[in-house]
């Protein structure tokens, strides 16, 4: 199977996870512009793109309102169903544990996502929500995708913000 | 302190939170009647009930929809914040990992439940996510509020669905 159909400038190509994850990039950072923590996401259903969407917890304001809650909640009514068997959801961050635990809720088949959060995240790093053999569900997870550039929006975002405070 | 303001029979008193169960409870029997796991919710800040929700997953149809969720949302709708600082959460049945996530990300100050969830559950039984200290807030926890109650709505649920399967 071939995975390199796309080319990344010179002598490099980009496999299906990383074109996908260069959507759920785009989504971060209309979230960085709105000032908001730049996370985004996109849902992946039978070659299609059914969700796209980023941070809104300021804007709206809402605390649920993550990147990857506010893609499910988008792809259950796109599907008319609650359960998002199928589907690949795309992430910039390892989700926190409220959106993991909506993960296994959704019985979405697939995770990708690019940076790790060593002090929240709830995939790998601060809890294995996604792989707990007692919950109903386990999604099959890939990590490192774009690593560097979904590191890079948010160690950007926060410098930015430091610049400001201590202006 | 007196938490003994109102009469439950005879020579039974219902304490603060065994009321405020009340209001959770009757969410819960919504759910029961729309033929939903019947999971209920309410959230209290300043004396004042600013969010009250039942699980309406096969309802929406929505993954994310638990009684849990929709409230912290229409909590943060009703004080225009995402913070729920100040705030309490009723709820029936011991919170998942999405919705125990849901309130450290939303910094509800306080938590109280019915029942256990031993196989699901984030506060106590399976996962503690909203005591643990790498989180960015810990909620206090007071459990076993009308537990019996909150059981035996679960369990009627399940047998009356039991029963339903196998006629």
Not at 24 to 30: D, M, T
Not at 69 to 91: F, M, S
Not at 147 to 162: A, L, N, V, W
Request: aromatic share 8%; with cysteine.
């Amino acid at each position: 199977m071939n995975h390199t159909n796309k080319q990344k400038g010179k002598n490099t190509f980009m496999t299906i996870d990383e074109q996908y994850m260069d959507l759920a990039l785009e989504e971060a950072k209309k979230a960085y512009t709105s000032g908001e923590i730049p996370i985004g996401a996109v849902i992946l259903y039978k070659n299609n793109i059914i969700a796209a969407a980023h941070n809104l917890r300021e804007t709206i304001p809402c605390a649920t309102a993550h990147a990857e809650l506010l893609a499910i909640q988008e792809a259950c009514r796109n599907l008319h169903r609650w359960r998002l068997t199928g589907c690949t959801l795309y992430v910039t961050v390892e989700p926190c544990p409220m959106c993991a635990g909506a993960i296994v809720n959704s019985r979405l088949t697939r995770l990708v996502y690019g940076s790790s959060d060593y002090k929240a995240g709830a995939v790998e790093s601060l809890f294995n929500i996604v792989h707990n053999k007692s919950l109903n569900h386990q999604a099959v997870v890939t990590t490192g995708v774009r690593m560097e550039e979904c590191q890079q929006i948010m160690k950007d975002f926060f410098r930015e913000r430091r610049k400001q405070l201590y202006k």
